[in-house]
């Protein structure tokens, strides 16, 4: 599976999360993303179109960044996963898939709640260098 995981800072320095409730999971915090789902498409382009699909949010995929490439085998197969940094945004993120997420906020990234989805604590840990990766994750960091 190929994916991107959204950071989309505040420009108060809080990052955007939110309550995932998807069906047949337990309730865990996350970042906006998901799969890349058209071909040809980048990681930029999948992480624009999945955060406008999530939350509204429309930002331009070329000013995304890809942070990082990370590898890890956490659901019994390789998975692929960008770490994805978006300009700063203050606009106001609307829940649009009321079944895989219950809301969306803006959070201090010192003060980050628990339990993170598995790929956005990937994710989040490219970005902040105090965050601990989850074991079993490689992470492949752009130049």
């Known amino acids: ?40 498409e980048s990681f930029e382009q999948a992480a624009a179109r999945e955060l406008a699909e999530e939350t509204g949010l ?6 995304m960044r890809v942070l990082a490439v990370l590898l890890d085998h956490g659901l019994g197969r390789p998975r692929l996963t960008a770490a994805v940094l978006a300009p700063p945004c203050d606009l106001p993120a609307l829940v649009t898939e009321p079944h895989a997420c219950a809301g969306w906020e803006r959070v201090p990234v010192d003060a980050l709640p628990e ?8 994710v989040l ?18 130049a």
């Open 115 to 122: 339990p993170m989805f598995y790929p956005s604590a990937q």
């Open 125 to 142: 840990a490219s970005w902040l260098p105090d965050y601990q990766a989850p074991p079993g994750t490689w992470a492949y960091r752009t």
């Open 1 to 40: 599976m190929l994916g991107a995981g959204v950071i989309v800072p505040s420009t108060d320095g809080r990052v955007l999360i939110g309550r995932r409730i998807t069906p047949g999971e337990s309730p865990t915090w996350s970042l906006p993303g998901g799969k890349v789902d058209h071909p040809g």
């Open 58 to 63: 429309v930002l331009p995929a070329e000013q």
